[in-house]
């Protein structure tokens, strides 16, 4: 079982709206999941080649998380 740490995060306003708007039209995504993948994502392109950042960008991806 894998465990969660919360992350308290400043981001800008216009960013949080486009969030907020795409949440709104994906029910089967929120907040969580879409930082999980994009942190994940983002480790994965810029030189982490750690296999645990690639299993949870896929899990995230395919609702397993």
Do not use: C
């Amino acid at each position: 079982m894998n465990a969660t740490i919360s992350i308290l995060a400043e981001i800008p306003e216009d960013l949080h709206e486009t969030l907020k708007g795409y949440l709104e039209t994906h029910p089967d995504w929120d907040q969580d999941r879409v930082f999980a993948a994009a942190l994940s994502l983002f480790l994965l392109q810029n030189g982490e080649s750690d296999r645990r950042a690639a299993r949870v960008y896929l899990n995230t991806l395919f609702n397993r998380v």
